[in-house]
């Protein structure tokens, strides 16, 4: 167990003594750091050296323990203790032995397994850094492996829901399809585990989707909106003067946290998260209407700006009818003619038209997200919160739907369709044309 980590040097001067009394020089206080700490008092007794007094009380109450004088330099103590006693010094330089430790020390003690981890995959000659660029190397490897420590994080934690008869599907959203990918494709790292937890969590989330889906609709908004037609009747109940539904169109969690991201840079924070479910199927035309439209019946659904305008009128208390107003296709830029009007509804394509753009589809969305991210970092995103926060506005941002690269089964049913550009979901006039375009494909296994 001890070969992971970086104290594993210092065992074995360790282990070369064979005193019951051990004096350590150890001018790096290297002791002091709790996993090394919690190792040695499984075995010895720690004593730090402070005066001859206390050293003898210490050493009369031992009752023959094994112990470890802990010295900070290099000093003699008193013959008769010598004379008994075996001698080992060590420090940073036992561990890292071709990078100048002067670096090393400026670290908490708690990094040193992340800095160890990174040192020994690497090989790096001798004095071939000097101090400012080990002290660049060592800051990179502390970020890639503190990295590393919240991936296994977040992998255990979804592990833990999806052991649940009933996992909570609003926190495995956040978790695996934000978190984790946002972490993964930010720094490029790829994960062992991917295919694995992708086929465990779709295979349970499909369970409840067939199971449990259709309930999600008759939850209340009092704890947030469950589903998305739900979102204009929480925002109304939250009784504010202005509001701005921002709906970022194909934007998942992975995309909402480079955004976030983005917006506390330039000082804008305190967002609340929350999971919804999209409605099916995750179409513009469906989910996006049902988001504004505050409708779940497809045949219901109308244009946003019209179904946006309706609702409020319909359901919403003190209003000035005169005051709604809707922008489509919005620029990630200030608008000054959005503070004209008290509620707006507000769409950005911003994040799908990255990944409508993206040619190339591996096995994550890494290119798309390096786009994304350069997209909106060369944007004015920020002006529109900024101003709107400012003009006291509160703010809700939604998604459609997310966004994830598939492989289609090759069965074209473009006669059949009633959206002729919608390629994840076929919507059929009538149950019979449906029923019959699968009894004739069932041999391409869709």
């Not at 802990?70 to 203790?81: A, C, G, K």
């Not at 969305?365 to 004015?380: F, P, V």
């Amino acid at each position: 167990m001890t070969d992971k980590h970086w104290y594993k040097q210092l065992l074995e001067k360790l282990r070369e003594a064979y005193n019951d009394i051990i004096i350590i020089v150890d001018p790096d206080n290297l002791v002091s750091a709790d996993d090394l700490r919690n190792k040695l008092s499984q075995t010895y007794v720690i004593h730090h050296y402070k005066n001859d007094i206390e050293l003898e009380k210490a050493l009369y109450t031992l009752d023959n323990k094994p112990v470890l004088i802990i010295l900070s330099e290099n000093r003699q103590l008193q013959y008769h203790i010598e004379r008994q006693s075996e001698r080992i010094e060590w420090s940073l330089t036992d561990v890292f032995p071709n990078i100048d430790t002067t670096v090393i020390k400026e670290f908490p003690l708690n990094l040193l397994d992340i800095i160890y981890r990174e040192y020994t995959s690497q090989t790096i000659p001798k004095g071939v850094f000097n101090e400012d660029e080990t002290r660049n190397l060592v800051q990179e490897w502390v970020e890639t492996g503190t990295k590393g420590i919240e991936i296994n994080e977040l992998i255990e934690t979804i592990r833990v829901l999806l052991a649940d008869e009933n996992p909570n599907w609003m926190e495995v959203a956040q978790y695996w399809g934000g978190k984790l990918l946002y972490i993964c494709d930010t720094n490029d790292i790829t994960i062992d585990e991917y295919s694995e937890l992708d086929s465990a969590i779709c295979e349970k989330f499909e369970t409840h989707i067939l199971s449990h889906y259709k309930d999600q609709f008759f939850a209340t908004t009092h704890e947030g909106p469950v589903t998305i037609n739900k979102v204009m009747e929480y925002i109304g109940h939250q009784n504010e003067e202005k509001n701005a539904l921002i709906c970022f169109d194909g934007m998942a969690f992975q995309e909402w946290y480079l955004i976030k991201e983005y917006l506390v840079r330039h000082g804008i924070n305190g967002f609340r998260e929350h999971s919804l479910y999209a409605l099916l199927p995750t179409l513009t035309h469906t989910s996006r209407r049902a988001l504004y439209c505050g409708e779940k019946t497809i045949e219901n659904l109308t244009y946003e700006d019209k179904g946006f305008r309706n609702y409020i009128i319909k359901n919403w208390k003190n209003f000035d009818p005169n005051a709604i107003h809707f922008y489509y296709n919005a620029k990630p830029e200030w608008n000054p003619n959005y503070i004209n009007y008290d509620n707006i509804g507000i769409i950005i394509n911003i994040v799908d038209d990255c990944a409508h753009a993206e040619k190339y589809v591996g096995n994550s969305k890494r290119l798309m997200q390096k786009k994304l991210s350069i997209a909106i970092n060369e944007s004015k995103l920020f002006e529109i919160f900024q101003n709107l926060l400012d003009e006291g506005y509160r703010i809700f941002v939604g998604s459609d739907h997310g966004t994830i690269w598939c492989r289609g089964n090759g069965s074209r049913a473009e006669k059949y369709l009633k959206e002729d550009g919608a390629r994840r979901a076929l919507l059929y006039p009538n149950e019979e044309l449906a029923d019959d375009f699968v009894s004739h494909k069932m041999s391409t296994n869709i």
